[in-house]
């Protein structure tokens, strides 16, 4: 009875997490704190680099799908959404082009490291972006928000996640501070930066499609719903939520590369 239980819980973590990412990063981002583990778990053969290849592609749909719900709040941002898209998009890519050219052992070592940089730039994002806004008035700042999305968009291409925090804590330095607004362009930029290394890595025949299309179809599913009702979520608790769970995430992969190669 036991067995039974556990083997349902491995057959069950992956579709759930894959539902729950697409509903973390239309509201607050994070997604992969859930769905990266969920997926090593379930295609630990399949090497590294594409597993996160893997993921990368399945979430992507999700984006989508939350670039519906949050169309209103676009408009009011018409004019810099071409530039935004075309920072998103060539940032993402050159982010793409990096994983491809690293070695599996090399993701493993950097993956905990990652995901600890992206907890804890979530947990100092929103600080940063009210300090930031007594500095700056309120004052749009467009150049530096197009450098800084480059930028920005490098990472979330190479690895994503905590990817809409670094988003976030941009928006904030750059004048933007309407929570729904900022998610409504932090939905819009990750659709391109996660876009574009998505076709990278499906050219280079790096996606375990047996695990994309059931990812992909849930975090679809998860980024409308969670995107549609985002406006009735306290966003403090969500913020201590998806912190906590990428810390969480960062400790697991943390120990398990000391079971791997441990410290003599």
Same mark, same amino acid.
């Given at each position: 009875?036991?067995?039974?239980?556990?083997? /349902?819980?491995?057959?069950?973590?992956?579709?759930?997490?894959?539902?729950?990412?697409?509903?973390?990063?239309?509201?607050?981002?994070?997604?992969?704190?859930?769905?990266?583990?969920?997926?090593?778990?379930?295609?630990?053969?399949?090497?590294?680099?594409?597993?996160?290849?893997?993921?990368?592609?399945?979430?992507?749909?999700?984006q989508l799908t939350g670039?519906?719900?949050?169309?209103?709040?676009?408009?009011?941002?018409?004019?810099?959404?071409?530039?935004?898209?075309?920072?998103?998009?060539?940032?993402?890519?050159?982010?793409?082009?990096?994983?491809?050219?690293?070695?599996?052992?090399?993701?493993?070592?950097?993956?905990? %490291? /990652?995901?600890?940089?992206?907890?804890?730039?979530?947990?100092?994002?929103?600080?940063?972006?009210?300090?930031?806004?007594?500095?700056?008035?309120?004052?749009?700042?467009?150049? /530096?928000?197009?450098?800084?999305?480059?930028?920005?968009?490098?990472?979330?291409?190479?690895?994503?996640?905590?990817?809409?925090?670094?988003?976030?804590?941009?928006?904030?330095?750059?004048?933007?501070?309407?929570?729904?607004?900022?998610?409504?362009?932090?939905?819009?930029?990750?659709?391109?930066?996660?876009?574009?290394?998505?076709?990278?890595?499906?050219?280079?025949?790096?996606?375990? %499609?047996?695990?994309?299309?059931?990812?992909?179809?849930?975090?679809?599913?998860?980024?409308?719903?969670?995107?549609?009702?985002?406006?009735?979520?306290?966003?403090?608790?969500?913020?201590?939520?998806?912190?906590?769970?990428?810390?969480m995430t960062s400790a697991?992969?943390?120990?398990?590369?000391?079971?791997?190669?441990?410290?003599?």
């Amino acid at each position: 009875m036991d067995a039974l239980i556990l083997q /349902l819980l491995h057959h069950s973590w992956l579709p759930a997490g894959s539902f729950l990412a697409g509903v973390l990063n239309s509201i607050a981002g994070g997604g992969s704190f859930l769905s990266l583990p969920a997926l090593f778990a379930s295609a630990a053969g399949a090497g590294a680099v594409a597993i996160q290849a893997t993921n990368t592609v399945a979430l992507w749909p999700g984006q989508l799908t939350g670039l519906v719900a949050f169309r209103k709040e676009l408009r009011e941002y018409k004019r810099e959404l071409l530039p935004l898209g075309i920072a998103a998009g060539l940032g993402g890519w050159v982010g793409g082009q990096l994983l491809l050219r690293t070695k599996n052992h090399m993701f493993l070592k950097l993956l905990p %490291w /990652l995901l600890l940089f992206a907890a804890v730039m979530f947990v100092l994002s929103f600080p940063l972006g009210r300090w930031m806004k007594t500095l700056n008035g309120g004052e749009r700042h467009t150049k /530096l928000l197009m450098i800084g999305m480059v930028l920005v968009s490098v990472y979330v291409g190479y690895f994503g996640a905590g990817g809409g925090f670094l988003v976030m804590a941009l928006f904030g330095v750059c004048g933007v501070h309407d929570i729904h607004e900022m998610n409504a362009l932090k939905v819009l930029t990750a659709a391109v930066s996660i876009g574009i290394p998505a076709i990278s890595f499906i050219a280079a025949g790096r996606v375990q %499609w047996y695990f994309c299309f059931e990812m992909a179809i849930l975090a679809a599913l998860g980024g409308f719903i969670g995107a549609h009702y985002s406006r009735l979520i306290n966003q403090a608790l969500m913020r201590r939520t998806v912190a906590a769970i990428g810390f969480m995430t960062s400790a697991y992969f943390f120990m398990q590369n000391y079971a791997m190669h441990p410290v003599r």
